[in-house]
């Protein structure tokens, strides 16, 4: 079992940056792919980016490539998610999984393990 918790949301004014932190519990972290989805009301949860831990390799969704970076720490078992150039779009709950799966994957299902959510809301 993994406990990811998510940390690092707030309020931002629109064209400012913010980085999430996705910690996780298990000492195995390493074995996982994380991703980061986002989630905002009255619509279906959204992948934004996804990380395997043995290796970094990366993965993004077209609508975020050149705004956001994912990145981990092993020794920390966190993933980090930066994102720059916010927007009153990207206003969303924001959450982090984990899977046992080495291939990148984008949907949510594909997914095992999940974080609580942190809020980010973009002013304009």
């Known amino acids: 079992q993994v406990q990811l918790v998510e940390s690092g949301g707030g309020l931002v004014q629109a064209g400012g940056s913010l980085r999430l932190s996705c910690a996780a519990s298990q000492r195995t972290f390493t074995e996982y792919s994380i991703g980061w989805f986002r989630q905002a009301p009255g619509k279906e949860r959204e992948f934004q980016a996804a990380i395997r831990m043995t290796d970094g390799r990366t993965y993004y969704a077209d609508s975020v490539k050149g705004r956001i970076t994912i990145s981990r720490d092993n020794a920390k078992n966190t993933v980090y998610l930066q994102m720059n150039s916010l927007k009153p779009d990207d206003t969303a709950v924001y959450y982090c999984?984990?899977?046992?799966?080495?291939?990148?994957?984008?949907?949510?299902?594909?997914?095992?393990?999940w974080g609580q959510g942190t809020q980010v809301t973009v002013s304009s």
């Open positions: 999984a984990a899977t046992y799966q080495l291939t990148l994957r984008t949907r949510p299902y594909e997914y095992d393990y």
